[in-house]
């Protein structure tokens, strides 16, 4: 089935710095490709998705990259600020069988003034 | 529109004891999804239901979890013996079960096995 690798763990970054947070995969046929953020206590927001037709989408400072050849996913922040620390995952839906979504291991993000 | 509710909120146990968590999803939402979250690991698919069918359950351990969705909306997952293990957030998502398949979650179920 899916694996999905999520890199780094941890995160730490100044204020106005940009943050990239990466995932691998390993189905080719992989659909579908979403951005989470868990803030403390609670459950996950989606932030951002593409389809496997984009290779690049930028909303609101975020911008998500899709490069299928390498089968990576990636998410950056272009201009952290405090309250967008949180620790974030990347999901992957598959293009066949079914609305599995599968979650990479978190990457926890500090953002310091 | 009201979001996934989950309840309770948190439950502490001991060893082999049972409990039951409830997640009511968003409204026409087809698709309900339970996952395990370890404490700092990502979520875990426990099993997921188009309607009252299960999808896929290859990831609850049958032999002390099970999970129901009777008539299509609320569902509940169960643990009849609980384990140390099992400490975990437990997460209820629901969608509209499309190609572009975003997730809703609740807050979680926060459970201590002591």
């Known amino acids: 089935g899916e694996q999905v690798e999520q890199r780094p763990p941890h995160l730490s970054v100044r204020e106005g710095d940009s943050a990239i947070i990466i995932c691998t995969y390993t189905?080719?046929?992989?659909?579908?490709f979403s951005w989470y953020k868990q803030e403390a206590g609670a459950g996950l927001q989606l932030l951002m998705s593409?389809?496997?037709?984009?290779d690049r989408k930028e909303e609101q400072g975020l911008t998500v990259l899709l490069n299928k050849k390498d089968k990576r996913l990636s998410l950056n922040l272009t201009a952290a600020h405090p309250g967008d620390s949180a620790v974030y995952f990347c999901a992957v839906t598959p293009g066949t069988g079914g609305y599995k979504v599968v979650f990479g291991s978190g990457t926890r993000l500090l953002v310091s003034p | 529109e009201a979001g996934v509710t989950q309840s309770p909120r948190y439950a502490v146990l001991q060893e082999g004891q049972a409990v039951s968590f409830w997640c009511d999803p968003i409204s026409g939402h087809d698709t309900l999804y339970w996952y395990q979250q370890p404490r700092d690991q990502g979520p875990q698919l426990l099993v997921y239901?188009?309607?009252?069918?299960?999808?896929?359950n290859s990831q609850l351990p049958s032999d002390r979890f099970s999970a129901v969705r009777p008539k299509g909306t609320n569902s509940t997952l169960k643990i009849q013996s609980a384990k140390q293990g099992d400490t975990a957030t437990y997460l209820c998502?629901?969608?509209?079960?499309?190609?572009?398949?975003?997730?809703?979650f609740g807050a979680g179920t926060r459970l201590s096995v002591l």
């Open positions: 239901f188009r309607d009252e069918a299960v999808i896929d």
């Open positions: 593409v389809l496997s037709n984009v």
């Open positions: 998502a629901s969608s509209l079960g499309r190609s572009q398949n975003t997730l809703y």
């Open positions: 189905d080719s046929a992989t659909a579908y």
